[in-house]
């Protein structure tokens, strides 16, 4: 296994804050808004009654409930409480998901750019990552002919995240159907469906994978408390799947870590019932955000940048800056372009080498706007340099 890029570049522009230099970080995957008031209350509720010991390794009761409450009135999606798994991040969800189900031998799909993590974890498991490449021409998204392409007697699982990380591309329903009439000829294949960013979205219509025809049985939906609800450090996540699935996962998270912290989720549950405003509002922030950034990315020659439909990424393609030599200093990948323009301009980023898409790299707009102008003022000047 590799380290995760995007923590070590978080780390990298923390270390040269603290030497004094004026890093505005455009990294970090992570909302830059308070957890909403009424959640935060529950949790100190919790502590005030006590609410401090072990639950079950699966999750409390309540939590579970309200989690299933979720996925039918949101979702579409009917589930009983043993079908649900909560853990410490939507993070440990997908790792379990892929540990228990596959082994060496086993393949899994991953289309990339791809968040740094999934192919770490199938190496975990001792299973083959197989990356199908898209591209910003197609709002990187994986067709249904490069699927099948792909399959295999020995594929295992596919892992889809919609809304992405690290482009912000959403797959339509329509588009998730024709994926789905693919995988209906491969009864064989599991599907890991990551829908952290489902409540952040921009003129389109979310829809989960497990809601197609056919496809519940099949899929493990992974949500998550940290990215809609801005609840990053409280670490809770969940996934629901077939009741065998659910078992293998609970056993796997029996052993490592046990249940998520109980005032998380005495959170999560207040969390489930809050009104929607305070999402609201930080969709209707990021939305401006992300209008800018694109503004200013055009005005920027040689980058091509689909515009983001989801999350709070943007991710270039910068292939025309590679090669370049600027301030003496050869680019010759995006990670050599992100650390120039780290250190010589001040910009965090994360480099598309982490995300399997080597000409890319992801900008995150979860920064206030101040910061995107002048975090983008500095990369026109760093690209502009660079020759």
Excluded at 164 to 173: I, K, L
Excluded at 219 to 228: L, Q, Y
Aim: with cysteine; hydrophobic share 40%.
């Amino acid at each position: 296994m590799r380290p995760s890029a995007t923590l070590a570049m978080t780390a990298k522009a923390r270390q040269l804050r603290r030497e004094g230099k004026p890093v505005i970080s455009l990294s970090a995957g992570e909302p830059d808004f308070d957890t909403p008031a009424f959640v935060a209350e529950a949790a100190k509720q919790a502590i005030d009654d006590g609410f401090t010991g072990y639950t079950e390794n699966a999750g409390m009761l309540e939590l579970r409930e309200a989690i299933c409450q979720k996925l039918e009135q949101e979702n579409g999606l009917s589930y009983h409480p043993q079908d649900i798994l909560c853990s410490n991040g939507a993070k440990q969800s997908v790792a379990q998901s892929v540990l228990a189900l596959c082994a060496p031998g086993d393949e899994v799909i991953i289309p990339s750019p791809y968040w740094v993590s999934y192919p770490e974890m199938v190496r975990l498991a001792g299973a083959t990552p197989v990356v199908v490449p898209t591209d910003a021409a197609g709002d990187y998204r994986m067709t249904p002919e490069q699927l099948e392409e792909a399959l295999t007697p020995s594929t295992r699982m596919l892992i889809l995240c919609s809304p992405s990380n690290p482009t912000g591309s959403v797959y339509s329903h329509d588009q998730l159907e024709a994926l789905a009439q693919v995988l209906r000829r491969h009864p064989h294949v599991f599907i890991v469906s990551d829908e952290i960013y489902e409540q952040i979205v921009y003129d389109v219509a979310f829809a989960s994978f497990a809601a197609l025809d056919g496809m519940k049985d099949r899929t493990i939906t992974v949500n998550g408390f940290s990215k809609c609800f801005a609840m990053t450090g409280w670490r809770l996540g969940y996934l629901a799947a077939r009741p065998e699935v659910t078992k293998a996962a609970a056993k796997i998270q029996s052993q490592f870590t046990s249940a998520p912290s109980s005032i998380s989720q005495k959170a999560g549950v207040a969390a489930l019932k809050m009104p929607k405003e305070p999402i609201r509002e930080m969709v209707s922030q990021f939305r401006a955000r992300r209008d800018r950034l694109m503004q200013l990315l055009e005005d920027i020659p040689g980058l091509e940048c689909p515009l983001p439909e989801g999350a709070f990424y943007a991710f270039p393609d910068v292939s025309a800056y590679i090669g370049r030599t600027a301030n003496g200093r050869r680019i010759t990948s995006s990670t050599d372009l992100c650390m120039y323009l780290l250190e010589e301009h001040h910009v965090a980023l994360v480099a598309g080498d982490a995300f399997g898409f080597p000409d890319g790299l992801r900008i995150s707009y979860a920064a206030s706007m101040a910061n995107i102008v002048e975090a983008v003022s500095r990369i026109s000047q760093g690209l502009e340099a660079a020759s």
